[in-house]
């Protein structure tokens, strides 16, 4: 019989292996390691658990030439390291935190051999790794120093600059953008402008014409463009007032990314109920929540009053800010008041209508305001302006064959009773019958003698207007004017709406989500000291949710500015930025979103024209609630709500790459050219150069 062997083998003293995962080059993951931006949005995704994504970098990463090891630990969850290329290179344990490092930065770009690799010195001394990044630097300072001039010369705008420059795979070379000959990747547009005027011709006779004048309109090829979607592997703003973060958007961390709240800082819930003390002790996350001291549970600022009072509560669950104070004694409601003051909403408040007045009156308008693109099609040419309003139109978007004779005046320039245009807009004197007033809701003209001709003929207007103004209601209510008893109707729903969405949530048909909808309060009370402090910190609740709003936007869109304005558009329609020209004038929209835990998970901007139509221009998914169908129940929720109050179809504008989740997920239809004309000659619905409208229709 053989003695038994034993063969003892050492123990591998180094727990950590190499990750069993193959080198790949991925281009959409170098296009986003390229910038600043690119990276923040690349860990916010990867931070939502995006699998695919997240194995597609750490195979870049090994691609780059990265260590990637992994290592079981006490609950057999696999845990990696990541080590910079080359010897003593840093080591992370984070994947999002490794990509937004700016240590790390120079080991993200791809070092292969025979391959230039560009880096931008300044005069300075400071080196940049990126065309962007260099530009951004360099037009800061141009811009603080010259404004637009650099050594003497014209140059375009510094957004202008970056958004030319900003990643597209495409090499281009600095001196494209700066030289002699600036801004290369833009277009040069004509636009011919038409207006009714004596005019001389140059051969010195004098006509009775359309005066013309033509202009080269530059504009970004960015700006000419659809709304572009963010880069996502599930493919579904300039002046930001807050910007977007990785946390959740709730109001605590609109509040965090403002600088007003610390993470992590305590928080304290204080409230007498039944005579008895309520009190519980806390601090805010990073990801915007309260984390309970008693029971390291986390707590929405309303759940932390339940959870303090046993589920007493208050049937407004924004007074739960009011007792919830931070550990320099602001309660949440003043830091929240804090923000809306330092966004200078005071002055925006100019919209607002602080006497409680009934009537909006319209202006004329001077000629020097005229537009430069289609308030149709939003494009350039040969453009006829109305003599009326600012507004211009192709001869064709209006249905004409050339221009016409005398003055003209484009259809929503015209009574919704007489049809026609004239107007009397001296009103120092009182109103007279040729006044033009607006309806609050379907924003259709009337005059104001074709209105109160079912009266008594014996009253004049501008008794007519004071009678009405005091018949609307209470003195501190806004008190607008409707037109008609639809959109009386309408408004009155969706005022109530906004009204419920302050004071509790509004369930959906998915358990745990409920629908929010917003819109800037339009009145400032001048009634009473509690009613002004009330109103103030409901407005800046309002706020607030309006700032988390256009985070959510401006996570799901490239920053869409407005080239006449200069302005973020996004933020132009979520804080109802109003114009005297009709395709830039948002006073009517509505922001509507579901909420999940206190978060803002989806937001879409709603405008409802009487019980006609009601448009949705604009809507976004946060990145981690994609594919749960999140959209479909925010658009199946609008519709419900829509034919509650008679509105007969929805419209929108559909980019591209979401066509087939509009028209076979959704059913809505692509609109032909005369139903866009068609619907374009009653109300001013925004378009998008790019997009294709499309509509569903809710009630036959």
Same mark, same amino acid.
């Given at each position: ?8 083998? #050492? ?20 296009? *986003? ?11 916010? $995704? ?11 970098? #750490? ?16 609950? *057999? ?10 010897? @003593? ?84 070379? /600095?001196?494209? /953008?700066? @030289? ?153 409601? !003043?830091?929240?008041?804090?923000? *809306? ?70 259809? !929503? ?98 358990? @745990?989500?409920?629908?929010?909808? /917003? ?40 920053? *869409? ?64 609630? $994609? ?12 519709? #419900?709500?829509? $034919? ?5 179809? /929805? ?14 997920? !959704? ?28 509509? #569903?229709?809710?009630?036959?």
């Amino acid at each position: 019989m053989f003695p038994i062997q034993f063969t003892m083998t #050492k123990a591998n003293s180094n727990p950590w292996q190499p990750a069993a995962l193959d080198a790949e080059f991925s281009p959409q993951v170098a296009e *986003m390691l390229r910038a600043d931006q690119g990276r923040r949005e690349l860990s916010s $995704r990867v931070r939502s658990r995006d699998e695919d994504l997240r194995t597609a970098v #750490k195979k870049h990463l090994l691609e780059l030439g990265w260590t990637i090891v992994s290592m079981p630990n006490a609950a *057999m969850l696999t845990r990696l390291r990541y080590k910079a290329p080359g010897d @003593g290179g840093k080591s992370y344990y984070s994947l999002p935190d490794l990509v937004v490092d700016r240590a790390a930065a120079p080991h993200l770009i791809l070092k292969s051999s025979g391959r230039e690799e560009l880096r931008y010195k300044a005069p300075t001394g400071r080196s940049y790794i990126s065309l962007h990044t260099a530009c951004q630097a360099f037009m800061a300072k141009a811009s603080a120093s010259n404004g637009n001039k650099i050594d003497g010369r014209v140059h375009a705008t510094p957004a202008t600059v970056l958004r030319a420059v900003r990643p597209t795979g495409k090499k281009r070379e /600095l001196s494209e /953008l700066i @030289g002699d000959d600036a801004v290369k990747d833009v277009t040069m547009n004509r636009c011919t402008t038409i207006r009714k005027k004596e005019m001389v011709r140059a051969d010195g006779t004098q006509v009775t014409k359309k005066s013309i004048t033509t202009t080269t309109l530059t504009r970004s090829r960015r700006e000419d463009q659809a709304p572009v979607l963010r880069p996502n592997s599930t493919g579904t703003g300039t002046a930001s007032v807050c910007q977007p973060q990785h946390r959740s958007r709730t109001l605590l961390s609109v509040l965090i990314d403002s600088g007003i709240l610390a993470p992590r800082g305590n928080v304290t819930y204080w409230a007498v109920r039944d005579g008895q003390p309520a009190c519980k002790y806390g601090f805010i996350t990073g990801e915007g929540i309260i984390r309970c001291k008693c029971c390291n549970k986390t707590f929405t600022v309303a759940e932390l009053e339940a959870h303090a009072t046993g589920g007493i509560g208050t049937d407004d669950r924004r007074e739960a800010w009011a007792r919830v104070f931070v550990e320099d004694g602001r309660s949440l409601s !003043l830091c929240l008041m804090e923000l *809306m003051r330092r966004d200078d909403v005071g002055a925006a408040a100019a919209n607002r209508n602080r006497n409680g007045s009934v009537m909006r009156v319209k202006e004329k308008c001077s000629e020097e305001e005229g537009d430069s693109v289609c308030s149709v099609c939003i494009d350039s040419g040969e453009l006829l302006l109305c003599d009326k309003c600012p507004s211009a139109f192709h001869h064709a978007c209006v249905g004409l064959q050339a221009t016409p004779e005398g003055d003209w005046c484009c259809p !929503l320039c015209r009574c919704g009773v007489c049809g026609g245009s004239d107007l009397d807009d001296d009103t120092a004197e009182g109103f007279t019958d040729k006044t033009i007033i607006y309806c609050e809701q379907c924003e259709r003209e009337y005059h104001v003698g074709c209105m109160r001709r079912g009266g008594s003929e014996e009253e004049s207007a501008a008794e007519w207007c004071r009678r009405l103004s005091e018949s609307e209601g209470p003195e501190e209510e806004w008190r607008p004017w409707l037109c008609s008893p639809e959109c009386g109707e309408v408004f009155q729903h969706l005022q109530a709406l906004v009204a419920s969405s302050r004071a509790r949530s509004i369930p959906t048909t998915v358990e @745990g989500v409920s629908l929010s909808t /917003l819109r800037r309060r339009r009145y400032m009370s001048t009634v009473t000291r509690i009613t002004r402090w009330q109103h103030e910190e409901e407005d800046a609740a309002d706020h607030g949710q309006l700032c988390a709003a256009l985070d959510v936007l401006h996570e799901c869109f490239d920053d *869409m500015v407005e080239p006449r304005t200069q302005t973020d558009l996004a933020a132009d329609i979520v804080f109802n930025q109003e114009s005297g020209l009709r395709r830039l004038n948002f006073r009517g929209y509505y922001v509507v979103g579901l909420e999940k835990a206190g978060e803002l998970i989806n937001v879409g901007t709603l405008r409802v024209f009487g019980n006609q139509v009601a448009e949705l221009p604009l809507v976004g998914t946060r990145f981690a609630h $994609r594919r749960q169908g999140m959209c479909r129940l925010l658009v199946t929720e609008l519709e #419900k709500m829509l $034919r509650q109050v008679g509105v007969r179809r /929805l419209v929108l504008p559909a980019v591209p790459e979401l066509m087939p989740m509009w028209t076979a997920s !959704l059913g809505f239809h692509a609109m032909t050219r005369s139903d866009v004309m068609e619907m374009a000659v009653e109300h001013a619905i925004l378009s998008f150069k790019g997009t294709t409208m499309c509509q #569903k229709t809710l009630l036959a």
